[in-house]
């Protein structure tokens, strides 16, 4: 069997870290760039850190900021035409999960023009050429977009999202820069923390996993225990963890895939317009419960990795169920609900596990569940 790893061409880890944008557009010969960020960051002037980078280096920039929580269809369509008209060559990418897959899209959409649907991006898309250049500036700490090759949009029409995996669409360039981050609120810091910590227990038990994403998943998890109360503090130190350890999980998953935890809450946000890390971390502890028969020893290492003690001492079950507890008690302290029962509706619950059942997550995780196993894991959490 072959196992692929594809990462950014380059990466930038630290305090300080936007200065690097110039001198990487001054490197690559840049002229302008298409700035992606939504409308609260431009509001809250988080952007404005990159855009003064911009301005102290003479560097030409327009800015995009139609862009949703959950982006959609439209907020595509649009960036590409705005792309078309602004003489960019490159786009710099500020923001969480929203950001980045917009400028995915818009960026693969530009150079392959028979995707321009965007529909037809689902899945595994057969482009032929690279995105336009990104420069990926995250603000949160959960995603990980910045390193991954995969990107999700709505479809408000049909009330769905739908993954893109592509390798022509990963940032040439990430800036992981934690004064970034400073400025999330706990709720905000808590959800994506959640999301990255989904996102390196959902890749370290998928059914692609193998030895180097294991590292990455087990260090990333490892890393979130440790600094994701003190990151919801805001405190220095726990910024900087979450910052390395949501992109070290995305180093991992990216490559290998995820599982129905993912397919779950991309449904619930696609009609409930709910926070994907929110929804994320109510459902991972259930699901990690239902997929334990089909993980073997791996749930010992999670619960090690998160600082439970005598692991090794402890028979199956007991280590299993120790995993469990640990991702529920540290959801409970971050702040995370226990439960959908303000989110999910009982009229909805045939809609929401066939749209979870077919989601692009789905054939990652190591227990096939069927639309009704689906269903009843809503249900339980209702």
């Not at 007991?318 to 995370?336: C, F, K, P, S």
Request: overall charge negative; charged content about 20%; glycine content about 6%.
């Amino acid at each position: 069997m072959v196992n692929r790893i594809i990462l950014n061409e380059t990466s930038y880890h630290g305090r300080g870290a936007i200065l690097e944008i110039a001198n990487e557009a001054k490197a690559r010969g840049f002229k302008k760039a298409f700035l992606c960020s939504d409308p609260d960051l431009l509001k809250f002037h988080v952007t404005d850190k990159v855009i003064d980078v911009l301005k102290n280096n003479n560097l030409d920039y327009e800015i995009y900021s139609d862009i949703k929580a959950n982006p959609t269809i439209e907020n595509v369509l649009h960036g590409v035409e705005t792309f078309q008209k602004s003489g960019a060559d490159y786009i710099i990418a500020v923001g969480g999960g929203s950001s980045i897959d917009t400028a995915k899209a818009i960026g693969i959409i530009v150079t392959n023009p028979e995707f321009k649907d965007v529909r037809s991006l689902e899945g595994v898309a057969s482009t032929k050429h690279p995105c336009i250049p990104i420069l990926a500036v995250p603000t949160t700490a959960g995603t990980a977009a910045e390193v991954t090759i995969n990107y999700v949009i709505t479809d408000a029409q049909k009330k769905r999202k739908f993954v893109c995996v592509d390798v022509h669409d990963i940032p040439i360039v990430a800036i992981i820069d934690p004064e970034m981050m400073e400025t999330m609120p706990k709720g905000l810091t808590a959800a994506t923390g959640m999301d990255a910590l989904t996102h390196a227990i959902e890749g370290y038990i998928t059914n692609a996993a193998w030895e180097m994403t294991n590292m990455f998943h087990l260090e990333a998890i490892r890393l979130i225990s440790k600094h994701l109360r003190d990151a919801v503090s805001n405190t220095k130190e726990g910024r900087d963890g979450m910052a390395l350890a949501q992109y070290i999980a995305g180093m991992g998953f990216s490559n290998v895939g995820l599982g129905i935890v993912h397919s779950m809450a991309h449904a619930l946000g696609a009609v409930y317009d709910t926070p994907h890390g929110v929804a994320n971390a109510i459902l991972l502890p259930t699901v990690m419960a239902f997929n334990a028969p089909c993980t073997g020893e791996k749930y010992r290492e999670i619960a090690r990795a998160m600082g439970v003690k005598d692991v090794d001492k402890m028979n199956q079950e007991e280590y299993r169920n120790a995993a469990v507890l640990a991702v529920r008690q540290l959801a409970h302290d971050v702040g995370i609900p226990s439960d959908l029962k303000n989110i999910v509706k009982e009229e909805d619950l045939d809609f929401l596990s066939n749209s979870a059942y077919n989601d692009a997550c789905a054939p990652g995780n190591p227990r096939k569940a069927s639309v009704e196993e689906i269903k009843n894991l809503y249900k339980s959490l209702m």
